[in-house]
């Protein structure tokens, strides 16, 4: 199976621009999760969609907001970009098994985003 | 949630085998532990999930004691290309799930 898939790999915004990432998991997967890796804060969590829906969130402000689409495909937009916010944008897909609790995430290379 | 905690740093020498353990004293009923591991600049890759006593597969064996309270995650026989940042997660599929990585525990491999 193809793995995870994220376009593009490297993006250089202004602050005040506005972004948007895609991912694309792994066939049959249907929940997709995205974080946010910095040296400072390292990994950080930004909000899973299941089913097109958003299941759960991480502390990060509005600012940032995703969707998933039919195919299971999401994207992943920050608005008003500030220079904080460059950093690994990292897309993990999972294949949950309903009622085992198991939850094997499956990650993508990551977009490098840098905002001057 | 269930925090965890591993150590910040180890170091081995190629061929031995390594040991790293996590705690997660307040893990839940329901709750899975998950190993992954990440090379700069890569998305963390998975290595092994277990929910009890021992798990093993090509490239590790994860150990669970009865109480869950912590797990370790060993790795035979290392080389210099297993030098990454290792994390442990521990959490389940079903409800309000939010992963925590941790700072994860930053093993390097010498010759």
């Known amino acids: 199976k193809a793995g995870v898939t994220q376009t593009p790999r490297y993006l250089i915004k202004t602050r005040g621009q506005q972004v948007t990432l895609s991912c694309s998991p792994i066939?049959?997967?249907?929940?997709v999760s995205w974080y946010q890796q910095t040296p400072g804060q390292g990994l950080q969590f930004l909000f899973e969609?299941?089913?097109?829906?958003?299941?759960n969130k991480g502390n990060f402000p509005g600012r940032f907001s995703g969707r998933q689409f039919s195919n299971s495909r999401s994207e992943m937009n920050v608005s008003t970009l500030e220079l904080g916010d460059s950093a690994l944008y990292l897309c993990a897909s999972s294949f949950i098994a309903p009622g085992t609790g198991s939850y094997e995430q499956y990650f993508g290379p990551g977009t490098r985003l840098t905002v001057t | 949630l269930a925090k965890t905690t591993q150590p910040i740093s180890m170091d081995s020498y190629e061929g031995q085998e390594v040991n790293i353990t996590c705690s997660h004293n307040n893990i839940a009923t329901n709750d899975y532990i998950t190993w992954y591991q990440q090379f700069p600049s890569q998305g963390p890759r998975f290595i092994i999930q277990?929910?009890?006593t021992k798990v093993t597969n090509e490239v590790a064996s994860l150990f669970i004691p009865a109480d869950r309270k912590s797990s370790t995650l060993s790795l035979p026989r290392v080389s210099l290309s297993d030098t990454a940042v290792y994390y442990c997660l521990v959490g389940d599929s079903g409800g309000s799930y939010i992963p925590t990585f941790g700072r994860g525990t930053s093993l390097i491999v010498h010759p």
């Open positions: 066939s049959g997967h249907r929940s």
């Open positions: 277990g929910y009890k």
């Open positions: 969609y299941f089913s097109e829906t958003q299941r």
